[in-house]
């Protein structure tokens, strides 16, 4: 049976769950927020190591500015609530990608709560926020850059595990399964964690991300324990 240390996911089909029902968004995105609680709850109790949560991303910055502000506010007051909670619980909270993109007042709750909880040694839930994985790998090559013209940087050591010391987070392990909710007719990856994912089981599902709850994660964890992991290998 294949062990499982880290799950990433695409939570998507927020609007379309909102749409579905004649609600306005922001109400599937509400509702979205229940689902990660239980999501997390459950990782915990599976002493899954690591949570991934692909939450916004660069692209997403192309939508209505009315629905932008109202994600990010959510983002706001998602993470002032729930810090104290996860931090009692011993989660540790991570975030990846171009944060200096954020609003203001988001941002400094996200550091806030990164600083809360950086010394709890229990579930690390990374929070995808103006995140693209072409971004990351554009980005990661920006730093190497930088680092050749201080000082040289030895060409015959570039190979992949450098190359990854230059990622968002060079502690993030691969993950072993990546989730997509939400995916009928959207069974793609959508420019997530595209350095990472070169090995990871996908899993895609149907089920929105409002309706994705601890029975369609238990699924998802079941349908990844019934798999070979061969990883180029006979």
């Known amino acids: 049976m294949p062990e499982i240390k880290h799950v990433a996911v695409i939570m998507d089909g927020n609007g379309r769950w909102a749409q579905r029902r004649g609600l306005p968004r922001v109400i599937g995105h509400r509702q979205g927020i229940e689902s990660v609680r239980a999501i997390v709850k459950t990782s915990q109790n599976l002493e899954i190591q690591f949570l991934t949560l692909y939450t916004f ?3 997403n910055w192309q ?8 994600l990010m506010d959510m983002l706001e007051e998602m993470l002032g609530k729930e810090a104290a909670k996860l931090h009692e619980k011993g989660v540790k909270i991570n975030a990846i990608g171009r944060l200096q993109d954020l609003y203001p007042n988001a941002k400094k709750v996200l550091d ?8 709890n040694d229990g579930l690390v839930l990374t929070f995808c926020l103006s ?3 072409r971004s990351e790998i554009v980005d990661a090559a920006k730093r190497i850059i930088r680092e050749d013209r201080k000082k040289r940087v030895d060409l015959d050591a570039l190979d992949e595990k450098f190359f990854a010391r ?3 987070d060079s502690e993030l392990p691969e993950p072993d399964l990546l989730i997509r909710t939400g995916a009928e007719h959207r069974e793609r990856i959508s420019n997530y964690l595209l350095w990472q994912i070169a090995y990871t089981e996908i899993y895609f599902t149907k089920t929105l991300w409002p309706d994705f709850r601890t029975k369609e994660y238990m ?6 324990k019934k798999r070979e992991r061969l990883f180029g290998r006979v």
């Open 57 to 59: 991303s660069t692209e």
């Open 63 to 70: 939508r209505p500015e009315k629905e932008i502000k109202t």
């Open 112 to 119: 806030d709560a990164i600083a809360l909880t950086r010394n």
């Open 131 to 133: 995140y693209s994985g």
């Open 166 to 168: 230059y990622l968002y």
């Open 219 to 224: 699924k998802a964890i079941e349908s990844f």
